[in-house]
């Protein structure tokens, strides 16, 4: 079956803290991976995604993912995290860029 | 572009009473698509189109109708609806081959 895990429901971390989501999914095929953002109240935002080539990829806001084929993951990190970085974050993967499976999320809080 | 809207913002509805999540987007994207998103669970796929006149079910389409007769609008129909629907509903879009699905800012619908 075609599923993506979030294994962390919830991190907190200090502000300038680095930062690690981790997803692990499975899926049969070449997968399209993405990771989502969603501040409170708010709709989903695409910080970064891979579809093939290198696998270590660029998002916005200073993120970045790398993609194990081995390990079926794909985690999400960031360096140095900021206050705003606060909110929740989604993993998905699907055929295309439409028709995603997302994962069950991760809240990310983060203290002064 | 306004890019995907989607009205109206918040909905109560009554147990069996009927409504419909309207979404329009202005990109002139052939996929559409709609989730749901409930505590714990991240974003679900409703139903789906790739064109007009042409929709499918995703992962939860009970107690959900779509229909597609234009490009821009997507509206998810409500039939009969029931509390086990109360959650965030999204629209999104995307084209053929596209880089990122957008989506909209949800609707927040309550069944009592």
């Known amino acids: 079956a075609q599923s993506v895990t979030q294994p962390d429901i919830h991190i907190t971390v200090s502000e300038g803290a680095s930062l690690e989501l981790r997803c692990n999914y499975s899926y049969g095929a070449t997968p399209y991976l993405f990771w989502y953002v969603q501040s409170p109240g708010q709709g989903l935002q695409l910080l970064l995604k891979y579809f093939s080539g290198d696998t270590l990829v660029q998002g916005i806001k200073g993120f970045e993912a790398e993609f194990k084929r081995s390990q079926s993951s794909f985690n999400l990190r960031k360096p140095s995290v900021h206050w705003s970085d606060a909110a929740e974050y989604f993993c998905?993967?699907?055929?295309?860029?439409?028709?995603?499976?997302f994962g069950t999320g991760t809240r990310l809080q983060v203290f002064p | 572009n306004a890019g995907v809207t989607q009205t109206p913002k918040f909905q109560v509805l009554k147990t069996g009473q009927s409504m419909t999540l309207q979404c329009a987007q202005d990109m002139n994207h052939e996929y559409m698509s709609w989730y749901r998103q409930d505590p714990g669970m991240g974003l679900r796929l409703i139903h789906y189109s790739v064109g007009a006149g042409i929709t499918d079910q995703g992962e939860v389409p009970n107690g959900y109708n779509v229909s597609r007769s234009t490009t821009e609008d997507f509206p998810l129909r409500l039939l009969s609806a029931a509390p086990s629907q109360t959650s965030v509903y999204f629209c999104?879009?995307?084209?053929?081959?596209?880089?990122?699905?957008?989506f909209g800012p949800g609707t927040r619908l309550t069944v009592t």
């Open positions: 998905a993967v699907g055929p295309y860029t439409d028709k995603l499976i």
């Open positions: 999104a879009s995307t084209t053929k081959g596209g880089n990122e699905q957008y």
